[in-house]
């Protein structure tokens, strides 16, 4: 059934190639690169981030993918940082500033979102802060209303339900991955009642109950996150739909 299922990916696969692809400019390649379009330059050289152009950019070395200094440095924070793009670890030594990155701002031009007037990325920022169309744009851009009229009031004092402060030392910014290796390796023997900040930080969890034993209900409970269930879950059920839909256009 696989074997028949990778042979119909592969057949897909060759029809693509045959078809003829239209053929794209990059910026910094080929004679006259400076003048690329100009349209697309400025979110090329958009921090993934804060989705502006990038103010002190450095690099990871482990993937190259690239931020402002300042938009990575949470990520810098934590104990075993992952990349916000591609979140691969990465040793937040090996994160250096990226010359090259600034030589390409100093060099390229884009024209202003507002009063289309071109200037230099490295100098976008300071401009759009200056510039009086802009400004108009965003003091006119629409209020959130609700599609349905409610009293309900807008949620303030969400908790952090991104990384947790481990209830034994105190050890902060730990996802939930970090937070079950970190209780195994330093508090595996502590015989303390805690509260799980993971359920805490929970619509329905009860912030002042503590388990009995904590370790048995992270390894139970929080072994994986529920991100990492449901992608899983639809990479399977994906993957029983197209052996059904195969199986169906073959038999």
Same mark, same amino acid.
């Given at each position: 059934?696989?074997?028949?299922?990778?042979?119909?990916?592969?057949?897909? $696969?060759?029809?693509?190639?045959?078809?003829?692809?239209?053929?794209?400019?990059?910026?910094?390649?080929?004679?006259?690169?400076?003048?690329?379009?100009?349209?697309?330059?400025?979110?090329?050289?958009?921090?993934?981030?804060?989705?502006?152009?990038? !103010?002190?950019?450095?690099?990871?070395?482990?993937?190259?993918?690239?931020?402002?200094?300042?938009?990575?440095?949470?990520?810098?924070?934590?104990? #075993?940082?992952?990349? &916000?793009?591609? @979140?691969?670890?990465?040793? &937040?030594?090996?994160?250096?500033?990226? #010359?090259?990155?600034?030589?390409?701002?100093?060099?390229?031009?884009?024209?202003? @979102?507002?009063?289309?007037?071109?200037?230099?990325?490295?100098? *976008? @920022? #300071? !401009?759009? /802060?200056?510039?009086?169309?802009?400004?108009?744009?965003? $003091?006119?851009?629409?209020?959130?209303?609700? /599609?349905?009229?409610?009293?309900?009031?807008?949620?303030?004092?969400?908790?952090?339900?991104?990384?947790?402060?481990?209830?034994?030392?105190?050890?902060?910014?730990?996802?939930?991955?970090?937070? /079950?290796?970190?209780?195994? %390796?330093?508090?595996?023997?502590?015989?303390?009642? +805690?509260?799980?900040? /993971?359920?805490?930080? *929970?619509?329905?969890?009860?912030?002042?109950?503590?388990?009995?034993?904590?370790?048995?209900?992270?390894?139970?409970?929080?072994?994986?996150?529920? %991100?990492?269930?449901? +992608?899983?879950?639809?990479?399977?059920?994906?993957?029983?739909?197209?052996?059904?839909?195969?199986?169906?256009?073959?038999?």
């Amino acid at each position: 059934m696989m074997a028949m299922f990778w042979s119909f990916v592969s057949a897909s $696969a060759q029809l693509r190639q045959q078809q003829p692809q239209p053929q794209q400019q990059q910026p910094g390649s080929g004679p006259g690169s400076l003048a690329a379009p100009t349209e697309s330059i400025e979110s090329q050289f958009s921090c993934p981030i804060c989705l502006e152009v990038y !103010h002190k950019p450095v690099s990871i070395a482990s993937c190259a993918h690239t931020f402002c200094g300042e938009c990575l440095q949470p990520c810098l924070q934590v104990t #075993s940082p992952l990349c &916000p793009l591609c @979140r691969v670890p990465f040793d &937040p030594k090996k994160v250096e500033r990226s #010359s090259s990155v600034e030589k390409q701002l100093a060099s390229f031009k884009a024209p202003c @979102r507002g009063c289309s007037k071109k200037v230099t990325l490295v100098k *976008m @920022r #300071s !401009h759009i /802060v200056s510039c009086s169309k802009v400004q108009e744009q965003i $003091a006119n851009c629409p209020k959130f209303v609700p /599609v349905v009229p409610t009293s309900q009031p807008i949620p303030s004092n969400i908790p952090n339900r991104s990384t947790f402060v481990c209830p034994f030392c105190g050890a902060r910014n730990l996802d939930q991955q970090e937070l /079950v290796k970190h209780c195994m %390796d330093n508090h595996r023997n502590d015989p303390n009642k +805690v509260v799980c900040p /993971v359920c805490s930080a *929970m619509p329905w969890g009860d912030p002042s109950y503590k388990s009995s034993n904590f370790l048995q209900h992270l390894l139970h409970r929080h072994k994986f996150s529920y %991100d990492t269930f449901v +992608v899983s879950f639809i990479l399977s059920s994906t993957t029983r739909f197209l052996e059904g839909f195969i199986y169906s256009q073959f038999n």
